[in-house]
């Protein structure tokens, strides 16, 4: 076993090393064609040990952690989850293929840690200060709001305590 696919098996907690190319993962991914990297090809990388293209690959970046190919694995191997975790680990290492998807990821996990749920207009706001896009996309911004299709206002929920406990549980881990 490489020392890469030992550390992702031990953070991810998943049998990397049962896949055998059976392509279910890719063939059921929404998102396959925009990767670079296949993901049945990021699991083989993987178990041999590929350390720098696994972790550099943009692919990483695009999975929308639908979960598709977690239940479509023969081998029961949350592969959404593998995903996660090679995404911590290149962010660790500043090895991030594109820092404006890890920065947006960021921004949303923030909000739904404080209001309990995604506040559209305020992650998007933050976001534009962070890149300095003032007016790109302004446009689009407004006819959204005055559509109702994004609040001005964060919708926060009652009981916030679940949330916190989710964020602490995956910071344990
Ligand atoms: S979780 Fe990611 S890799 Fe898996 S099917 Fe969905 S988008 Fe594709
Ligand atoms: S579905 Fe499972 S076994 Fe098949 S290629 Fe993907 S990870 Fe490997």
């Not at 030992?6 to 907690?13: A, D, G, H, P, Q």
């Not at 049998?15 to 990021?42: K, L, W």
């Not at 209001?115 to 559209?120: D, F, S």
Request: aromatic share 8%; net charge positive.
């Amino acid at each position: 076993m490489t020392n890469f696919l030992k550390e992702i098996t031990v953070r991810s907690r998943e049998q990397i090393s049962a896949c055998f190319q059976c392509y279910r993962c890719t063939n059921g991914c929404p998102v396959a064609e925009r990767m670079d990297i296949y993901p049945h090809r990021i699991m083989r990388y993987i178990q041999l040990g590929e350390r720098e293209k696994v972790l550099s690959s943009k692919g990483l970046w695009e999975c929308l952690m639908c979960n598709t190919c977690s239940i479509r694995c023969p081998n029961d191997i949350d592969v959404a989850r593998v995903f996660e975790t090679l995404r911590k680990v290149a962010s660790e290492e500043g090895v991030t293929a594109d820092d404006r998807i890890w920065g947006f990821d960021r921004l949303f996990l923030e909000s739904i840690r404080h209001h309990g749920r995604l506040y559209e207009l305020g992650t998007i706001l933050n976001y534009k200060l962070q890149k300095k896009e003032f007016f790109k996309d302004a446009k689009m911004g407004i006819t959204m709001m005055l559509k109702g299709r994004m609040g001005i206002l964060p919708h926060r929920v009652k009981d916030k305590r679940h949330i916190k406990e989710v964020f602490e549980r995956i910071k344990r881990r």
